[in-house]
């Protein structure tokens, strides 16, 4: 029997070959191999010797990191098909104007801030996926979909300037969005905004992390329309640049699996390894390089790395004993860091300096020469065979891990530095310096007045950018939002049962899976659906769909499923509708996002809905909500199990008191809280109509409960009020009652109050009840009437001008939800709150609204305490 494996021992014996001779015997015999055969052929015989040596159970296997050199051979190189001189002109002139348009604001105002060090260490990186790969959306080709790293926006807006997309004016309003239109100019947004720039920026990737995960879902969603032949996607890539710093986000990290699980070869990441966040080293004592290889390559990403430029080829062909690979291996990105921060010299004598063997290979060379040596991701040749490699490789993700200098070309002023993120200042000397470091065509004057530069129209240089984008299609990042509109069935096609529900009883999450069902048959917007769910269909009672439109698999159902038999039997399928995330709230609204910005995106439009406990939404990925918002997305989030109390015996972590509250934060969210069928069918009939049928930017959040009841009929004549936000619902009492009292109420705890009015009525009070479909919606109104000076005139100042008497509002959440409308109260009426306000509780619903004090006994208590009974 094999003795058990110890790690420390395995290396022991590594670091004490017991036998070097049969050892090197090994070495030759593979070299041998690679060299008769090929390594397709050593591939296949190390695969073989994996396998015995884990059949043997060795406790061996592969190190994922392969050494710190390049990916592609120089041999392997594919021919650099542009003019390496003119683009190396074009980057300096744009790495200049991007210099010149952060110093000019905060010379200004230097409360403004912005980025200069980030956009110097990705420029090339940007400017050769820009002159080669990255297609533009035309007759031909759909577009490529680009992320950029954001804090380098400047160096975009620097090639529109030279596009003649932008003016020198625009460049001098970077970060003055508010005031450039006094000057007849457009102010530019701190990072990629389509809200503020919507018909320039297409992705938001400000918050950090939102970016990778977003471009992966967008990836799998262009397979998504392809697969279910909606749209043919096939030439399409993703291109995203990312920091490396922000591969610490959990977003970043969080999907690399179901890139690498779907085979998205449609999409590359290149990650822009400066090894420097905002305030120091990204692995200041480790290696970030080698730590994402491991993770991408471990994640099952083809991985590509970009570490050395040109003028290291030399060299390391002449290291024939390996002292320059020894080297890099042995130095942290802290030590690196330091190299990039200082000269030539300071090289010469630190790192060069180090023994013997890598002093001979520096023997020769100038201390300029030293310090110019470029690291792979400044060096537009390597770039070049990178992205040309990723673009060609097929059955997976590819990730291009591009080592750079945060800073490269400040010199003494940032590169490299500590204080680099944060530099926004030059004196003239550093203005001298880097226009000298880049051979720019400015005087002395023009380069200490910080003058923008834009060669002539007929310049070399202008027809070669002007060419290579023709090429590609045009200009990016563009924005485009020509889509087809789509008609939305009558409301009684689909949701008839709701208007008229004769009193039966259901839940209003049942409700929207009916209604939902019924669209989906819709031969016109069916197909546009998109269900998404993040591993609860079942919880939500959606199992019947997966027989009627199924779970979208990029490979289809390769297994008899264990519930094959049944009617609600689970079934994937290449063109399956139903996006199903697994337990990845993340991952969905990502899912949800790319659907909803479809028809900007993939000029189709497509209307997704997505459903989750509503607790996990706004509270748990409140800022990816915020990301799509700005994207201007147009779809439907549906919060259920919402309210506090609404889903017993699940406690604390499961019930949403707050999302309401939330979402009234977000200016183009619609957010509604239905009470009954009827007024969820108006809403999402509304809602439809205004996203596909109008092309609004907006999109809706609904809650929905899982609690049943009976459903009235939707009065008559209401379905506007149902909209503006809320609704007289009935009286109750004697009309000539001596004392009355207006009663509030929305979603789960609507009932309640219609028991407290019954309540009241029975001692002789009279009752008006109002049904709140939206409290954020009322606010909005009342806030839009006082801004017009019509105080008091408010929707909800309206419908209570004809009750009479105090007014108590209930709700499901924290009582700040139903405050947001006390000013719309009319003068002189008491105006009361009660709500779900502090941490939740494991019970049932009766105890639960018993302990928050929004039971009809509570309601009706405190009806009568305002009353003054």
Request: proline share 4%; charged share 20%; with cysteine.
């Amino acid at each position: 029997m094999n003795a058990p494996y110890e790690p420390h021992m395995n290396a022991m014996l590594q670091a004490l070959d017991i036998d070097p001779e049969e050892t090197a015997e090994w070495r030759e015999a593979l070299l041998a191999l690679i060299g008769t055969q090929g390594p397709e052929r050593a591939r296949q015989i190390l695969d073989e010797l994996a396998t015995v040596a884990r059949q043997q159970r060795t406790g061996w296997q592969p190190e994922l990191n392969t050494p710190y050199m390049n990916t592609i051979a120089v041999e392997d190189q594919p021919d650099f098909p542009g003019d390496l001189a003119t683009e190396e002109r074009l980057v300096a002139i744009m790495r200049w104007n991007a210099l010149a348009m952060v110093v000019r604001a905060n010379q200004a105002y230097g409360e403004l801030g912005g980025h200069i060090a980030s956009y110097a260490s990705v420029a090339d990186l940007f400017e050769t996926g820009f002159h080669h790969f990255f297609h533009a959306r035309t007759e031909q080709h759909q577009g490529d979909l680009v992320f950029f790293q954001p804090h380098s926006a400047p160096g975009v807006y620097a090639r529109a300037f030279l596009e003649g997309r932008l003016s020198e004016a625009d460049l001098m309003h970077y970060r003055q969005e508010i005031t450039a239109p006094d000057s007849g100019a457009r102010g530019l947004s701190s990072y990629p905004h389509p809200w503020l720039m919507p018909d320039f920026w297409q992705f938001p990737t400000g918050s950090m992390g939102l970016g990778p995960i977003s471009s992966i879902y967008h990836a799998r969603f262009m397979r998504y329309l392809t697969h279910r032949q909606l749209q043919d996607c096939s030439a399409r890539k993703v291109w995203g640049v990312f920091g490396d710093g922000e591969m610490d986000e959990p977003e970043s990290m969080s999907a690399l699996t179901l890139a690498a699980r779907e085979k998205l070869d449609n999409l590359v990441w290149v990650v822009n390894c400066n090894l420097q966040r905002l305030d120091g080293p990204v692995r200041g004592n480790g290696r970030i390089i080698d730590e994402l290889e491991k993770l991408f390559a471990g994640a099952g990403w083809n991985v590509i790395k970009l570490v050395w430029g040109s003028d290291w080829d030399g060299l390391l062909a002449r290291d024939t004993s390996g002292a320059l690979l020894r080297a890099f291996a042995n130095t942290v990105d802290g030590q690196m860091q330091t190299f990039a921060a200082k000269d030539g010299r300071y090289n010469r004598d630190n790192f060069f300096g180090q023994n013997e063997e890598l002093a001979r290979l520096a023997q020769g060379m100038t201390d300029e020469q030293i310090d110019r040596l470029k690291r792979g991701g400044h060096d537009i040749v390597k770039i070049h065979a990178a992205y040309a490699a990723a673009a060609k490789h097929r059955g997976q993700p590819t990730v291009i891990l591009a080592h750079t200098k945060k800073g490269f070309g400040m010199g003494s002023a940032g590169q490299g530095k500590m204080t680099t993120h944060s530099q926004k200042k030059f004196d003239e000397q550093d203005l001298i310096e880097y226009r000298n470091r880049f051979d720019l065509p400015l005087s002395d004057e023009q380069a200490k007045g910080l003058a923008f530069y834009k060669p002539a129209d007929d310049s070399a240089e202008m027809r070669y950018l002007r060419e290579h984008r023709a090429r590609l299609g045009g200009s990016l990042p563009k924005r485009e939002t020509t889509c087809d509109r789509l008609p939305v069935p009558a409301l009684a096609n689909y949701g008839q049962f709701a208007l008229q529900a004769d009193g039966k009883e259901m839940s209003t999450t049942m409700a929207f899976v009916r209604m939902l069902g019924n669209l989906l048959k819709d031969s016109t917007l069916g197909p546009r659906i998109v269900p998404i769910v993040a591993d609860e269909a079942r919880t939500f009672g959606m199992a019947n769909l997966f027989k009627q439109v199924g779970i979208y698999s990029s490979v289809g159902q390769r297994y008899a499923p264990e519930d094959i038999g049944s009617v609600l039997s689970y079934r994937e399928a290449t063109d399956g509708q139903i996006l199903e995330e697994g337990i990845s709230e993340a991952g969905a609204i990502a899912s949800w996002t790319a659907a909803a910005t479809s028809y900007s995106v993939h000029g189709l439009a497509m209307l997704p809905f997505y459903i989750y406990y509503s607790m996990f939404g706004f509270q748990r990925v409140g800022d990816a909500i915020w990301a799509a918002a700005d994207q201007r997305a147009r779809g439907f989030l549906l919060g259920a199990t919402s309210g506090r109390t609404t889903l017993g015996g699940e406690g604390l972590q499961h019930q949403d008191g707050s999302s309401h509250l939330v979402a009234a934060t977000i200016p183009n969210c619609k957010a509604y809280d239905p009470a009954f069928a009827g007024e969820l069918a108006v809403i999402l009939d509304a809602g439809m109509r205004e996203m596909v049928e109008q092309q609004a930017d907006v999109f809706y959040y609904i809650t929905l409960m899982n609690e049943n009841y009976a459903q009235p009929d939707l009065p008559a004549g209401v379905a506007t009020d149902v909209l503006r936000g809320a609704y007289r619902f009935g009286a109750f009492g004697p009309s000539d009652a001596a004392e009355h009292v207006s009663l509030l109420g929305s979603g789960a705890i609507l009932t309640e109050v219609i028991k407290a009015a019954q309540q009241l009525a029975a001692q002789g009070v009279g009752v008006e009840v109002l049904s709140i479909t939206s409290w954020s919606e009322l606010a909005r109104d009342g806030m839009a009437q006082e801004a017009s000076g019509h105080l008091g005139a408010g929707h909800l100042a309206q419908l209570l001008a004809s009750t009479r008497g105090p007014v108590i509002a209930a709700t499901d959440y924290v009582r700040a939800v139903p405050e947001s409308v006390r000013a719309f109260v009319p003068e002189g009426r008491r105006y009361s709150t009660l709500g779900t306000d502090g941490f939740g509780r494991s019970d049932t619903r009766a105890a639960l609204r018993r302990f928050f004090a929004v039971d009809a006994d509570s309601i009706a208590q405190s009806a009568l305490k305002s009353l003054g009974r």
